[in-house]
Nanobody
């Protein structure tokens, strides 16, 4: 499977963006999926993760309360909606997937994911 992250762009502080993760080669509905981000000179951090069933969600501290992860298996996408964006949210955002052993398995950190998209750049200006 190949993952594709899209929806990044430039936005002013306080604005919103919706990022989408799509899959080719295999249905994304088979995967637990997460969004990560990495800013220049900083470590990669978890933004949000969702399990295969969609019933389990984890938010990283960086955007907790300002982001919403959701999946639409019919559309084969996992979306990340971000609002109240700040300049410190500027980063490359990646989606990643993992085939879980059980539908309810939720993976919060990047070490568990073995399939990665190419990233989409989000730039927030003040």
């Amino acid at each position: 499977v190949q993952l594709q992250a899209s929806g990044g762009g430039s936005v002013q502080a306080g604005g919103s963006l919706r990022l989408s993760c799509t899959a080719s080669g295999r249905s994304l509905s088979s995967y637990a999926v997460a969004w990560f981000r990495q800013a220049p000179g900083k470590e990669r951090e978890t933004v949000a993760a969702i399990n295969k069933s969609g019933g389990g969600i984890h938010y990283g501290d960086s955007m907790k309360g300002r982001s919403t992860i959701s999946r639409d298996d019919a559309m084969n996408t996992v979306d990340l909606r971000m609002n109240s964006l700040k300049p410190e949210d500027t980063a490359v955002y990646y989606c990643a997937g993992r085939l879980p052993a059980h539908n309810d398995e939720l993976f919060a950190t990047s070490k568990f994911y073995d399939t990665w998209g190419q990233g989409t750049l989000v730039t927030v200006s003040s």
